[in-house]
């Protein structure tokens, strides 16, 4: 079946380390991809988005994810995180073989210790 | 943060009775969906729409039913809530300007049953 999936379901960092979040589609075709924060008790926010052109995309916050064609990737990056990273990560696609549904991983917990 | 705006924000109510949550936008967005989230599932999609009038089933529709009579309005409907609808609820839009863009959020509805 189709899924979008985010292969790490807790992360725990020290302040200061790297972060990549993994993300894979299994969708064809064209696809638009995001990356969706969710600090505790609010609403997802976007972070990035790729729609074409450079695969490499720079978002809010110092974040930035690489979309690999070749293997359906849209990994989350992050040199160095920070104690207000802590979050709910969420991988997301669109893709024009699943209709206009906009489709998400079941995320990926953030939790930066200072 | 975009004009989204969800009613209402927290209920509760008792197994058997009939739920409607309204998701509202000045946006002018072409699609609007319903997501539920919940604990190690993310976000699922209800139900999505595509215009005024148009809708389609998501990965978990039964149980649920939508109605979209005017661009700015999204209705989420459970016929005879039970147990298992207990979530969070989130209504997202997006395609301002028919174009495809990123999702924006609203605040989410918080629905418990008893």
């Known amino acids: 079946a189709q899924s979008v999936s985010q292969h790490n379901h807790h992360v725990i960092l020290s302040e200061a380390a790297s972060l990549e979040l993994g993300c894979n589609y299994s969708?064809?075709?064209?696809?638009?991809l995001f990356w969706y924060v969710q600090y505790p008790g609010q609403h997802l926010q976007l972070l990035l988005k790729?729609?074409?052109?450079?695969?490499l995309v720079k978002g809010i916050k110092g974040f930035e994810a690489e979309f690999i064609k070749s293997k359906f990737s849209f990994n989350l990056r992050k040199p160095s995180v920070q104690w207000s990273d802590t979050a709910e990560y969420f991988c997301?696609?669109?893709?024009?073989?699943?209709?206009?549904?906009?489709?998400f991983g079941k995320g990926t917990t953030l939790s930066v210790s200072s | 943060d975009a004009g989204i705006t969800q009613s209402p924000r927290h209920k509760v109510t008792e197994t058997g009775t009939p739920v409607t949550l309204r998701c509202h936008q000045t946006?002018?967005?072409?699609?609007m969906y319903w997501y539920r989230q919940d604990p190690g599932h993310g976000l699922r999609l209800i139900h999505y729409s595509y215009g005024v009038k148009d809708t389609d089933k998501g990965e978990v529709s039964d149980g649920y039913s939508v109605s979209r009579s005017k661009t700015e309005d999204f209705l989420l409907t459970l016929e005879s809530a039970t147990s298992s609808q207990t979530s969070v609820y989130f209504c997202a839009i997006s395609g301002g300007q028919g174009v495809r863009t990123e999702a924006f959020f609203g605040q989410g509805t918080r629905l418990t049953v008893v």
């Open positions: 790729y729609f074409s052109g450079d695969p």
């Open positions: 997301a696609v669109i893709s024009n073989q699943a209709g206009t549904a906009l489709i």
């Open positions: 969708y064809g075709g064209t696809v638009n």
């Open positions: 946006e002018n967005h072409r699609y």
